[in-house]
């Protein structure tokens, strides 16, 4: 795997090293780090990328638009959600999701509890975009547009792909 992440076991992810704070320019080890909710998001997230590249095989691949490809060159969009908040929700975006179906590609679904320091897989599934039904709205003034936000029970549940 590549640095900076390690396996262990049957979906569990964790960050190498220790906690690392700033502190007046130098980098203090050993204290604990304080990131804000969207930082940590960003940390599981990536995280449950890695997981997902080794899982099903897909080159990592950060364009402006996807996360990884397959071995034929179909892009793959990981999306990432902690399934123990109340209100967890996998977030898609329209534009994305145009050109991964113009594309013939698909999303990896991963659904994942907090464990220490990393993440443990609880469940995930891939989904090609073309079978996914979804109705689309607004997001506000958000950059990346119009948005739908999906139940993880929506995607694990066998027969739930239309929405």
Known sequence: MSSGFRG?????IRSKGVNR??????????QRSRMNRSQKAARYGALAE?????????????????????????????KACLLSRR?????????????LRREDGGYVFVGY????RG???????????????????????HQKGNQVKIRPSEIFHPNSLSR
């Open 8 to 12: 262990v076991g049957d979906g569990l």
């Open 21 to 30: 704070e700033k502190s007046r320019g130098k980098v203090a080890l050993g």
């Open 50 to 78: 890695r997981w997902a590249f080794d899982r099903y095989g897909l080159n990592a691949d950060h364009s402006s638009w996807n996360d990884a490809r397959d071995d034929d060159g179909r892009p793959w969009d990981v």
């Open 87 to 99: 209100a967890a929700r996998f977030r898609l975006w329209e534009e994305q999701h145009r050109r």
């Open 113 to 116: 509890v907090l464990n220490g």
């Open 119 to 141: 993440i443990h897989v609880r469940r995930s599934r891939t989904v090609k975009a073309r079978d996914l039904s979804v109705s689309f709205y607004g997001a506000g003034s």
